[in-house]
């Protein structure tokens, strides 16, 4: 059990460039979180898959963020024409049926300039 | 629609001193809840978890909630605060197993020596 990680660790992009990111959820976990977290906020939720199925999105995750999980397994989150207020940290977390406790990714940090 | 309020951003403690985190909730249904910590940097770790049962939770590193039905609230506590302490902590409620988490505006502990 390695743990949920997410690759970039940290991404500086150009205000109107595509980024994408990745989740590697822990091994066997069937439901997938995103979580977005400004500084000094408490995480706000984007988005949740169980296995490939996207279940629920927020009213945060705009037209320009798209995410997929295409073989239950891993997933990634694509923010389309950035903007300065997509500057964040982007959580990953995942959870199997029981215990009843999500495991959160190191989080990939996004500055847009 | 559920929410979480933690009263204080910012909580200044002595090593050894009592710590405590305040976190109340609003709930339709009876609430599962969460305290997580971060690190700088780092994503989020589950120091303990309030699902059904026992309303005294212990979790990790000596920290303890209790869950007050008539108060709605889940306040955190430490006896003797350690400086590895250090770090911010968020409270977390959720409706149901396997539902996306309602996150508080985080409370920032530092442990003077």
């Known amino acids: 059990d390695t743990g949920v990680s997410q690759d970039p660790r940290h991404k500086i992009t150009k205000r109107g460039q595509n980024v994408t990111f990745r989740c590697d959820p822990i091994s066997e976990h069937n439901r997938l979180y995103w979580y977005r977290q400004t500084l000094g906020q408490g995480p706000e939720f984007l988005t949740y898959?169980?296995?490939?199925?996207?279940?629920?999105k927020s009213r945060l995750l705009s037209d320009r963020f798209s995410a997929e999980r295409p073989k239950g397994s891993f997933s990634t989150l694509e923010i389309q024409r950035t903007e300065q207020g997509d500057s964040a940290m982007y959580l990953c977390?995942?959870?199997?049926?029981?215990?009843?406790?999500?495991?959160f990714g190191p989080g990939t940090r996004l500055t847009v300039l | 629609a559920q929410s979480v309020t933690q009263l204080g951003s910012h909580v200044s403690v002595s090593e050894g001193a009592l710590v405590l985190l305040r976190c109340n909730y609003s709930?339709?249904?009876?609430?599962?809840l969460f305290w997580y910590v971060q690190y700088p940097n780092q994503g989020l770790q589950l120091l303990l978890k309030y699902t059904t049962g026992a309303t005294l939770v212990k979790g990790i590193n000596g920290f303890e909630a209790e869950f007050k039905k008539s108060e709605t609230s889940f306040h955190l506590t430490k006896p003797s605060a350690h400086m590895s302490d250090a770090a911010e902590y968020f409270c977390?409620?959720?409706?149901?197993?396997?539902?996306?988490?309602?996150f508080g505006g985080g409370t920032r502990v530092l442990v003077k020596p």
């Open positions: 977390a995942s959870r199997t049926g029981e215990p009843d406790t999500q495991y």
């Open positions: 709930s339709s249904v009876p609430p599962y």
């Open positions: 898959f169980q296995n490939e199925a996207q279940l629920e």
């Open positions: 977390a409620v959720t409706k149901a197993a396997g539902n996306k988490l309602t």
